[in-house]
């Protein structure tokens, strides 16, 4: 690769990154700053705590299932053939696994109405279409387009919340801003056009692919929801929201690695770029390392924030900032070192190394938070997040390792 183009590829990087944080900024903003508090002042603590359990739900399907989709995609367009209709199948398979987990969800708690089993399901299903909507852009490097589209999704939010007081329904509130983000791609790409069920030539790997980062995907969002869904059905509703608000600063900027692991995904498979054991090395330590010093910085931001936002329960979760905070920066840089491996290496490591995560969890996380509570689940969250984000290092130089020499 020569100079010029060396340069010109880390201008757009650089640029493509920009419009990528401009754009989870504006999602995660409104979502974290506007819909979420705009909920809890209108319903209180207790239903706003049941709310983010049923939320997460809708979450895990839509990060376990939509994403898989757009990552294979990814995978796809570098090493095989792919059409739409390979993704439009494993999605309408995926809207009927959502018929038994939206059951499931109410069953748990208790609460299953018509009303409310119709509504979970249906943004259960335009969520999981939503997380897969973005590959159109990182498919393509329209990273400028990437930004509208979450800017459309925030819209679509805030519109929900408008109409809240007429519509009377947190699920409505949340479906307006995954329609909207729909609607966007419909206009702007072609993932969501006809044919819709053409397949390619490699349709079997892509579904095979599809499936394989979904279950690692699910029980990585699984973890990842893991403190609202255990709270909620071990603990309280009250206390899903209080461990909700103390880890809320440290999500919020982790959360920022999601377009990061976006261009690393884009640009890995669209460029041959290599990594050496040392540049992994030290990529790996300075992730750690940024990941104590941003849960410092959190719990500062913390105190000013939580209090003006959620004062019914600071006095509780300020107790946990430090710590929880941490749990939530430990699990997404993680996250992203994890994408770095999978570009140069097979997607089953990435199950592999989530197996062994859930494995730790199970083995930590769920005793502490029965004997503990919520101090029980921040401590053990650091310990399996830390953990997880070292044995990603230790596979990823294995793997570069085995790829020097063979």
């Known amino acids: 690769?020569?100079?010029?183009?060396?340069?010109?590829?880390?201008?757009?990087?650089?640029?493509?990154?920009?419009?990528?944080?401009?754009?989870?900024?504006?999602?995660?903003?409104?979502?974290?700053?506007?819909?979420?508090?705009?909920?809890s002042s209108r319903m209180g603590a207790e239903a706003f705590g049941t709310v983010l359990y049923l939320i997460s739900a809708v979450s895990i399907m839509g990060a376990g299932f939509g994403t898989a989709a757009s990552y294979s995609r990814m995978v796809a367009k570098k090493d095989r053939t792919q059409e739409n209709g390979d993704y439009n199948i494993f999605l309408l398979l995926v809207s009927g696994i959502s018929v038994v987990v939206s059951l499931v969800t109410l069953l748990l708690l208790k609460e299953l109405t018509i009303a409310l089993y119709a509504q979970l399901l249906i943004l259960m299903i335009i969520t999981a279409y939503r997380y897969y909507a973005d590959v159109e852009y990182?498919?393509?490097?329209?990273?400028?387009?990437?930004f509208l589209f979450f800017t459309a999704v925030a819209a679509g939010y805030i519109i929900g919340l408008l109409i809240y007081p007429i519509s009377k329904s947190w699920a409505i509130t949340i479906f307006m801003g995954e329609f909207f983000g729909i609607i966007y791609t419909i206009v702007r790409g072609s993932i969501f056009r006809a044919p819709f069920f053409r397949l390619s030539s490699s349709f079997r790997e892509n579904i095979k692919s599809s499936w394989t980062i979904s279950l690692s995907n699910l029980l990585s969002a699984l973890i990842l929801n893991s403190d609202r869904i255990l709270l909620r059905l071990m603990v309280g509703a009250r206390e899903v929201t209080i461990f909700y608000t103390a880890s809320l600063i440290g999500k919020i900027v982790a959360m920022l690695t999601t377009p990061l692991n976006g261009i690393i995904i884009s640009y890995f498979t669209n460029y041959k770029i290599k990594l050496n054991k040392t540049v992994f090395g030290l990529i790996c330590a300075a992730m750690a390392l940024l990941s104590f010093i941003g849960a410092a910085v959190c719990t500062f931001v913390s105190m000013f924030f939580v209090k003006r936002m959620y004062p019914?329960?600071?006095?509780?979760?300020?107790?946990?900032?430090?710590?929880?905070?941490?749990?939530?920066?430990?699990?997404?840089?993680?996250?992203?070192?994890?994408?770095?491996?999978?570009?140069?290496?097979?997607?089953?490591?990435?199950?592999?190394?989530?197996?062994?995560?859930?494995?730790?969890?199970?083995?930590?996380?769920?005793?502490?938070?029965?004997?503990?509570?919520?101090?029980?689940?921040?401590?053990?969250?650091?310990?399996?997040?830390?953990?997880?984000?070292?044995?990603?290092?230790?596979?990823?130089?294995?793997?570069?390792?085995?790829?020097?020499?063979?």
């Open 1 to 39: 690769m020569g100079d010029s183009s060396g340069k010109k590829m880390v201008l757009c990087a650089s640029k493509d990154f920009l419009f990528s944080v401009f754009a989870l900024v504006i999602y995660n903003g409104v979502l974290q700053l506007v819909i979420y508090p705009g909920l």
């Open 138 to 146: 990182r498919m393509t490097i329209r990273f400028v387009d990437y």
């Open 312 to 406: 019914e329960v600071f006095s509780e979760a300020s107790k946990l900032f430090f710590l929880a905070n941490l749990g939530q920066i430990l699990y997404f840089i993680s996250g992203s070192l994890m994408v770095i491996v999978m570009s140069f290496t097979r997607e089953k490591l990435q199950l592999v190394i989530n197996v062994i995560y859930v494995s730790g969890f199970i083995l930590v996380v769920i005793p502490a938070t029965w004997i503990s509570g919520l101090s029980g689940m921040a401590v053990g969250l650091v310990i399996v997040n830390f953990g997880r984000l070292i044995v990603t290092s230790f596979f990823g130089i294995i793997r570069i390792d085995k790829n020097s020499t063979g």
